[in-house]
């Protein structure tokens, strides 16, 4: 059969679609419907491009050092990478290395499951409860490394910090992960436990609160030595991996901390709102502390809903997998986008 058979095969992660319609309503994505800050676009206009022909620093020290100082940890405790997705990928590879399996769950991001495959990492899943809540007791068992995201997605449940700390007190040989990709819409995070527990990683974005999910950047809070081993496998893959025009905007984000504050709450209201409105239209869901809603209906399937909002250009995430097939994920809008949301169902649903 020659290099076929030789090939590394995997099935990989499909992203959300990326449709460009000018009247569209995004919410299939859990991005931010507000502007990066003021402060991204006065750096972006006053950028010196002659300094492109230079690599960029390996260890991007600029947003390092802003991120150790903004979070109150030491710069040798922080990690930054293209994107969360990026910094979990390396984190996989780095400490996932053993014949035990790792432990997720079973309905989570659906990317873990894709890194595991191409790094050939055993992994198993652990079934979310009833109400889509991790159980604890499920991540006591001998493993190999453990990862979840906190608050969870798609379902956007939060896992109480005392039962986090649990969870990594109970498994001192291995690392555990917590992706906090939707932490600031609400949830309490694990960073606070990094300087007690040495095998605590702690994965953050500037995707999704930040506005800057086309920047690319996600960084991760660990302990000294956690972080070197992450660094030693990133330079033994790719050195510079942040560019400079992303370390440099990051920094201007990071420094905008009051709109940070005002964008997030506007976010969690508007969510509040929302959820109190689709309650009202009969539809049930989880209690999301993150900016999106993972919703089913009693009387309506949601692959028909979604296929009848896409036509009408509003796009949500409908994932064809079971136990979630009857389930829409909404990422959280502006009011006027939630406003057209429900506007749509009132009339889909005649009432
Ligand atoms: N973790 C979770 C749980 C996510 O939903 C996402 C967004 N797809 C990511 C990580 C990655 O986000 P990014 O690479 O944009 O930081």
């Known amino acids: 059969m020659g290099w076929e058979e030789n090939v590394r095969r995997v099935v990989p992660y499909t992203p959300g679609e ?3 319609f000018a009247d569209m309503i995004k919410l299939n994505t859990n991005e931010n419907p507000y502007p990066p800050s003021k402060r991204v676009q006065a750096c972006a206009q006053t950028a010196k491009t002659e300094r492109l022909r230079l690599y960029p620093p ?3 020290d600029a947003l390092t050092n802003a991120l150790a100082k903004s979070y109150g940890v030491k710069r040798e405790q922080v990690f930054v990478g293209v994107g969360s997705d990026d ?25 873990y499951d894709v890194w595991a495959e191409l790094f050939r990492i055993p992994y198993e899943c652990q079934p979310l409860d009833e109400e ?20 969870n997605a798609p379902t956007g449940v939060e896992l109480p910090l005392d039962e986090i700390e649990e969870i990594v007190a109970r498994n001192r040989d291995v690392v555990v992960i917590v992706d906090e990709a939707y932490v600031d819409f609400g949830t309490r995070s694990a960073l606070e436990l990094i300087r007690k527990y040495d095998n605590l990683l702690v994965v953050q974005t500037f995707s999704k609160s930040r506005s800057l999910a086309g920047l690319r950047i996600g960084y991760a809070f660990g302990s000294e030595k956690l972080i070197r081993c992450l660094n030693d496998v990133k330079y033994s893959f790719n050195s510079y ?7 440099e905007l990051g920094v201007a984000a990071l420094a905008d901390e009051a709109y ?4 997030t709450a506007k976010i969690i209201a508007t969510r509040e709102r ?4 689709l309650a009202a239209l009969g539809f049930s869901f989880a209690d999301s502390k993150a900016n999106f809603l993972f919703v089913t209906h009693p009387d309506y399937a949601a692959k028909d809903l979604f296929e009848a909002l896409k036509e009408q250009h509003i796009y949500v995430r409908y994932f064809a997998k079971p136990r979630i097939d009857r389930y829409l ?10 406003d057209a949301l429900i506007g749509f169902f009132k009339r889909y649903m005649n009432k």
């Open 18 to 20: 990326q449709p460009d």
């Open 58 to 60: 390996p260890a991007a």
């Open 87 to 111: 910094v979990l990928a390396m984190a996989f590879l780095t400490f996932f290395n053993a014949d035990k399996p790792v432990l997720f769950p079973d309905i989570t991001y659906s990317f």
């Open 132 to 151: 889509l809540r991790i159980v604890k007791e499920d991540y006591c068992r001998p493993n190999g490394g453990i990862v979840f995201p906190n608050p």
């Open 241 to 247: 991996t942040m560019n400079r025009p992303s370390i």
């Open 260 to 263: 940070f504050r005002e964008t």
């Open 274 to 277: 929302t959820k109190k409105r």
């Open 329 to 338: 994920r909404i990422t959280i809008g502006t009011d006027e986008q939630m």
